[in-house]
C-alpha cells in the first residue's frame, strides 16, 4: 500500500519560511517524479513544483519561482518544498503527488497516481 505523508505546514507571518515535507512508502521512492500542488478555498488545485527521479531536474509555478525550491532525498523517502518570503496569497492546503503519466504531465493533477493528504499552511498579513 503506498502512502505519502506530509507535515512542516503552519501559521506564519508574511515574509517568513517553512520547510514541507513528504515521506513516501510502499514504492520504490527513487523511482517515481514528485510534484507539489497547493489548493486554496475556493480554488482549483494547482501546480507548485515538480522534481525527476534523480532530482537533477525541477519545474516551478511563475508564482513561486524565486521563492520555493523542491527537492528531495531517496535514500529517506523524502521529498521536500522550501517555502520562502511567504505571501498571504500562498496560503493553501499544499499535497505532494506521485508518478504522473509521464515529465510533460506535471503540471495536471489529473495525471498522477498517488497523492498525501495535504498539509495547511497559513500567511498572514
Known amino acids: 500500500q503506498v502512502q505519502l505523508v506530509e507535515s512542516g505546514g503552519g501559521l506564519v507571518q508574511a515574509g517568513g519560511s517553512l520547510r514541507l515535507s513528504c515521506t513516501v512508502s510502499?514504492?520504490?521512492?527513487?523511482?517515481?517524479?514528485m510534484g507539489w500542488f497547493r489548493q486554496a478555498p475556493g480554488k482549483e488545485r494547482e501546480f507548485v513544483a515538480a522534481?525527476?527521479?534523480?532530482?537533477?531536474?525541477?519545474v516551478y509555478a511563475d508564482s513561486v519561482k524565486g521563492r520555493f525550491t523542491i527537492s528531495r532525498d531517496n535514500a529517506l523517502n523524502t521529498v521536500y518544498l522550501q517555502l520562502n518570503s511567504l505571501k498571504p496569497e500562498d496560503t493553501a492546503v499544499y499535497s505532494c503527488?506521485?508518478?504522473?503519466?509521464?515529465?510533460?504531465?506535471?503540471?495536471?493533477?489529473?495525471?498522477?497516481?498517488?497523492w498525501g493528504q495535504g498539509t495547511q499552511v497559513t500567511v498572514s498579513s
Open positions: 510502499g514504492r520504490t521512492f527513487s523511482a517515481y517524479v
Open positions: 503527488a506521485m508518478d504522473p503519466t509521464n515529465w510533460s504531465a506535471i503540471y495536471n493533477p489529473a495525471e498522477y497516481s498517488y
Open positions: 522534481i525527476t527521479r534523480s532530482g537533477g531536474s525541477f
